[in-house]
């Protein structure tokens, strides 16, 4: 019953997002669109979307090498594929699949390898800090200026101009603030023990030991110079996957790198919402970005559905086929022993 709920209200919240992005769009001319587009590179963007998926699992098995284990790199492929396949089934169950798959090709315990892609995500939350933090400084004027836009509209206040400064201030003031209330509970033990019996806040500091501890893990690899070269290529491969497809549609053909680093970073954003493959919030978050680029809301969305259309389409069709070549490596594995026994 706990899952059919998830799935219900993940389903309904997923439902309801397309509503509203899409209840004032007409989708006779987006399918127009569609049916105009390059097509071309819609394959060169689902190639790297492969690579960066491949690329996943070879930088995986990285991680479950000191385990005393070592999986090929075909089947931590199909596992991580069919791991993104579920997700656009169930969320949140892409890992426990990957992990299961892994499993029922190479009899890695679950118990191991789902330790690996707590410690990987780690890394790649970091990556996305970073690239949150790069965005936003090279990005400053024209972000500072829609926030500050969106706060003036709703409080009140001076002109455009006091606005980015204002912008800036309150977040050096609050990274301030950040770091000294971080460093008094570093340094008060008594303090620290009673803000982790408060549920919320133990949970966080939690996680952040946890984030600290995933990332000294780095340590333990025979390679940790390959590891980081590889998370970084993963994350230019992603930016790759959303870039190219800006030259389908003429309205984005003339959009610059840096408008492609906002969309890889707000929707990577979007695609944590909890809803099967980030659908609805994707849309929502990534179409109205595209706005301070000088996109209409409705050439935004276009983009937003485009984009993430192809990637769900390849995934649906590339997870589709791990999942039966799972099926088949299974099939195999039993008939092997059935051919032996028929034999003796």
């Known amino acids: 019953m706990k899952n059919i709920l998830r799935y219900t209200i993940s389903l309904a919240l997923a439902g309801g997002l397309l509503w509203f992005v899409f209840k004032d769009i007409n989708l006779n001319e987006m399918l127009d669109r569609f049916a105009q587009s390059d097509w071309r590179w819609i394959a060169v963007s689902c190639f790297f979307l492969l690579c960066a998926h491949v690329t996943r699992a070879w930088r995986w098995g990285m991680l479950i090498e000191p385990l005393e284990h070592k999986p090929g790199i075909v089947n931590a492929s199909v596992s991580v594929l069919t791991g993104y396949f579920a997700n656009y089934i169930v969320p949140r169950m892409g890992e426990v699949t990957r992990c299961g798959t892994l499993y029922r090709l190479e009899r ?31 990005e400053f004027d024209r972000l500072s200026t829609f926030f500050s836009d969106f706060f003036q ?6 002109g455009g101009g006091s606005g980015s400064g204002m912008l800036l201030g309150i977040l050096l003031a609050g990274l301030l603030a950040v770091a000294v209330v971080g460093i008094i509970i570093l340094k008060n033990a008594s303090l620290r023990n009673k803000l982790q019996q408060n549920a919320i806040i133990g949970k966080i500091i939690d996680f952040a030991k946890g984030m600290l501890d995933g990332l000294l893990s780095v340590r333990k690899l025979r390679n940790p110079g390959l590891f980081i070269f590889s998370t970084i290529l993963i994350w230019v491969l992603y930016y790759l996957v959303s870039y190219v497809l800006f030259f389908c549609i003429p309205e984005t053909s003339n959009l610059g790198p840096l408008a492609g680093l906002t969309l890889l970073v707000v929707g990577a954003i979007g695609m944590t919402a909890p809803t099967q493959g980030g659908i609805g919030a994707y849309h929502l978050l990534v179409g109205n970005v595209m706005v301070l680029y000088g996109l209409s809301q409705n050439d935004g969305i276009t983009l937003a559905t485009f984009i993430h259309g192809a990637q769900m389409l390849f995934m649906l069709v590339i997870g589709a086929l791990a999942f039966l070549y799972v099926l088949m490596q299974n099939k195999k594995a039993v008939a092997e022993p059935e051919q032996v026994s028929a034999a003796n």
């Open 108 to 138: 890695i315990p679950v118990s191991l390898s789902f330790g690996t892609v707590v410690a990987e995500r780690i890394f790649d939350v970091l990556i996305l800090l970073i690239m949150i933090g790069l965005n936003f400084i090279l």
């Open 153 to 158: 509209s709703k409080v009140g206040g001076g």
